[in-house]
């Protein structure tokens, strides 16, 4: 039997809902990889699908900055929430989606050099570390250009833990691109529609659902019509215009768009810390470790 640490077994219920048992005995059935142990768990319909990067750990915010029809994202991170309501950082991180939104930079070294009122963004983060008294960083940004018959929908929720920024095209009411911002926001769609997904993930879909039907003991020839079933709601979930809207759960974000003589083009969404692991510390131990 392979060894399996109490980490992983915590990681795989935490992503999956599976009971303690259950989990250590998928792990080791695939020999402690993790997303093989997911699989095996919604096969024997044992959890949900898995997400990649649930885990939001890292402290800061993210802003959206709008310059006619340019638009930026961006994501500063600090160690501490604490920090994140300070406002030196709060206008640190609203000036940084205002500075790469007017300069367009092709990549972060491009960022980081920057103009600023005082030197560069590198040497702003760098003066905000020494004053703040925490490690602040740019961890990224991405920019959306659109035309002029298409309107930007920046949203912050919870003042900017996530920050979306959304295209429409056939109309230039903000308001429309902001409610879809909104959607975003709550709903987290992973792709703009079906056309998006990858060959590799619909088969590998497909076969996870179908060996979950097998399991449950239907025929095979209910299987088909089952697996078809789940996929068109797996599909609906994943993807934005399919997705019931918010604002009128009777229509389709795609739908609601059409009423208002739009089309959406693209969205980002940004999640402060998504895909970082937080270092976690015994109470004791940190307490010790200041005391050295």
Do not use: W
Request: glycine residues 6%; contains cysteine.
């Amino acid at each position: 039997m392979s060894k399996i640490s109490a980490s992983l077994v915590k990681e795989l219920r935490d992503r999956t809902g599976a009971g303690m048992m259950d989990a250590k005995r998928a792990l080791v059935e695939v020999e402690g990889n993790i997303e093989s142990a997911i699989d095996l768990l919604r096969e024997k319909g044992m959890a949900k699908a898995g997400k990649k990067n649930d885990r939001i750990a890292a402290e800061g915010l993210a802003n959206v900055y709008v310059d006619g029809n340019v638009a930026a994202i961006v994501e500063v991170n600090s160690e501490t929430d604490f920090v994140a309501k300070n406002e030196k950082f709060q206008n640190l991180v609203q000036e940084i989606a205002k500075l790469v939104a007017e300069n367009k930079p092709a990549d972060m070294d491009e960022a980081m050099k920057i103009k600023t009122a005082s030197g560069t963004i590198e040497s702003d983060l760098i003066e905000a570390t020494t004053v703040i008294g925490e490690k602040i960083s740019f961890r990224r940004f991405e920019i959306v250009e659109k035309s002029d018959n298409a309107a930007f929908g920046g949203y912050l929720h919870m003042g900017g833990r996530i920050a979306v920024l959304t295209v429409v095209d056939g109309t230039t009411d903000e308001t429309v691109a902001k409610d879809i911002s909104m959607h975003v926001a709550a709903i987290n769609p992973r792709y703009i529609n079906k056309d998006q997904v990858s060959a590799e993930e619909l088969e590998h879909e497909k076969k996870v659902l179908t060996e979950q039907a097998l399991n449950e003991g239907k025929p095979a020839n209910i299987v088909e019509k089952m697996v078809e079933g789940r996929m068109s709601k797996f599909l609906s979930e994943i993807c934005l215009l399919d997705q019931p809207f918010v604002k009128d759960p009777d229509m389709t974000v795609e739908k609601y768009a059409a009423s208002k003589g739009a089309t959406v083009k693209g969205f980002v969404r940004f999640e402060v810390g998504e895909g970082i692991e937080k270092r976690e510390e015994n109470f004791a131990d940190e307490v010790k470790n200041q005391m050295k």
